[in-house]
């Protein structure tokens, strides 16, 4: 009996197979289609089976396509810049603060589209070096800010409505309550270190996040450590990844896998997701090709770590 074809606006379920483009598609994660989710464009959702064999298909293995579902910490959403009265459209927050006209900043700021300090406080959040910026500098930083909590919140309701659409997601996550899918590093001592990231003076940077950090995630930026109560936190399945061993100046194409990307640097660089010895632990840290090795915050400083892994798809 041959398959069906796939269908946008169904509910397809565990063990579901269809035809798409004169292909056989398995069901990786259950979910309900959308006439923008075909199995050509969505392999974290279906795997291509073979034309010959259905043992396999690309991503995950079968016994292993249903990742733990994701428990959030207590609910939490960023606040609005108070009395918001002005709508900012998706393309909008993708935009540099310095590339909006005068006449659009105006409006933001009068009509409460703008987070301000004491906004970011009460989202948990840190704003580097506030005092020390231009007033102009400073709604650059609040601009940044608040897009980001923004896009954070989104993936978090989409994951929450959707589960686990890959073996890696980012979710926003408050304090020490630490989701049980959570991608574990190690030990260190008698605690755990897991993966996070974190908004930081115009980047996003990748740390570690633990139930005894005074807040829950530290980040390293200018060669110290940041605190942070407010950062995404990194779910998934290790079955779909793995710590790939890289040295030095990181060179992508030579890990032969695709590395999860995890931040960006202040002009765009992308920031992968590494991992590194020191002090007789393992720890978090970032890795790209601009920097000289790996770097992991600990002591209050950002460590260099020349020998070092970085973590990639299966896939």
């Known amino acids: 009996m041959s398959a069906p074809y796939w269908e946008p606006g169904t509910a397809y379920k565990p063990g579901d197979v269809v035809q798409y483009e004169g292909h056989r598609y398995k069901i990786v994660i259950p979910h309900t289609s959308q006439s923008d989710w075909a199995p050509t464009v969505t392999p974290n959702l279906w795997g291509r089976l073979s034309d010959e064999d259905q043992g ?3 991503g995950y293995q079968e016994k292993h396509q249903q990742p733990a579902a994701y428990q959030p910490a207590p609910e939490f959403h960023p606040p609005a810049p108070e009395g918001q009265k002005v709508d900012i459209q998706p393309e ?53 800010l608040q897009n980001w909590l923004h896009d954070a919140e989104a993936r978090l309701n989409e994951y929450k409505k959707y589960g686990p659409r890959s073996p890696a997601q980012w979710v926003l996550n408050r304090g020490k309550n630490i989701p049980p899918n959570a991608i574990v590093v190690g030990p260190e001592h008698d605690w755990m270190l897991w993966i996070c990231r974190a908004y930081v003076d115009g980047t996003i940077q990748v740390g570690k996040a633990s139930n005894v950090f005074e807040k829950g995630a530290v980040v390293g930026y200018d060669n110290k450590e940041i ?16 710590w790939v061993p890289a040295s030095g100046r990181l060179n992508v194409e030579n890990l032969g896998l695709r590395p999860v990307e995890g931040g960006r640097d202040k002009d765009g660089t992308p920031l992968y997701i590494a991992q590194g010895p020191h002090k007789d632990a393992v720890h978090p840290g970032i890795a790209s090709s601009k920097l000289d090795g790996a770097y992991i915050p600990y002591g209050g400083k950002q460590v260099h770590i020349n020998e070092y892994r970085v973590l990639c798809y299966n896939y």
Request: proline fraction near 0%; aromatic fraction near 12%; hydrophobic fraction near 30%.
């Open 56 to 58: 396999q298909w690309g």
């Open 92 to 144: 909008e927050r993708q935009k540099h603060w310095y590339d909006l006209d005068d006449h659009r900043k105006k409006e933001l700021e009068i009509g409460g589209g703008l987070l301000g300090a004491i906004g970011a406080a009460a989202a948990g959040y840190y704003v580097y070096k506030h005092h020390e910026k231009s007033e102009e500098d400073k709604k650059a930083d609040s601009w940044a």
């Open 227 to 242: 605190q942070l109560d407010t950062y995404e936190i990194l779910v998934g399945d290790m079955h779909g990844l793995q």
